[in-house]
């Protein structure tokens, strides 16, 4: 059992849907993230938050709005997605940024765009 | 950007074998991290290196850090059909991935 939860697991949506990825975890990690993994790739890194405020956006479209509502929620808003987005939507955890923390992943939203 | 390369990306063996995973880079890592992930999972952490030629065991894992800390190696004795799975090494942070080594263990 992974300790950081995603919920959906499973998520359709058409491409003029609006739709919400969440994500929690109760371990006192102040680094949360958001990975995009395609089908047999590693996950890319998409956004990095430290203590509740976005640090690092990879220059990810702005159809994809992260939102970190307190320490242990991170949420991933979509908008107006196209079938290229389709892909395992995973979220992460770390103690604190820098210093190789080791990441905690939860098992991801798998999504799929009409 | 700093690049991490695996070797190999496909290997498929029997059960027993043992087998050994690279991970290299040009530049220098303050640390390597190992996830093993299964399908319709996320990367579960295995193990962090962070001292040049430090060596780590996690069963019938060991894994191993170059003095250089430019490199990294994973090698399973005995493999189980259980270790089926894709294994990445990733370093620093925000964390770079290698492409990983899908591993496939056949009974």
């Known amino acids: 059992d992974t300790e950081v939860t995603q919920t959906p697991k499973h998520l359709v949506m058409g491409m003029t849907n609006k739709k919400s990825l969440k994500c929690e975890q109760h371990?006192?990690?102040?680094?949360m993230y958001w990975y995009k993994q395609k089908a047999k790739k590693p996950p890319e890194l998409m956004f990095v938050y430290s203590y509740e405020k976005l640090s690092i956006n990879e220059s990810v479209p702005s159809r994809f709005s992260p939102e970190c509502p307190n320490s242990s929620l991170l949420n991933l808003h979509l908008h107006a997605l196209q079938p290229e987005d389709s892909a395992l939507y995973l979220c992460a955890s770390s103690y604190r940024t820098g210093g190789g923390q080791p990441q905690h992943f939860g098992d991801g939203t798998r999504l799929s765009i009409l | 950007t700093q690049l991490l390369e695996q070797s190999p990306q496909f290997l498929s063996i029997q059960e027993g074998e043992n087998l050994t995973v690279y991970c290299n880079s040009s530049s220098v890592f303050s640390s390597l991290q190992w996830y093993r992930q299964e399908p319709g999972e996320g990367p579960v952490l295995l193990v962090t290196?962070?001292?040049?030629?430090e060596v780590k065991k996690l069963k019938r894992l060991t894994f191993q850090f170059g003095d250089a800390r430019k490199d990294s190696s994973l090698h399973i004795t005995a493999a189980q059909p259980g270790d089926t799975g894709l294994y990445l090494c990733a370093g620093n942070t925000p964390l770079v991935f290698g492409k990983g080594t899908r591993l496939s263990v056949i009974a």
């Open positions: 371990m006192g990690h102040r680094a």
């Open positions: 290196v962070v001292t040049g030629g």
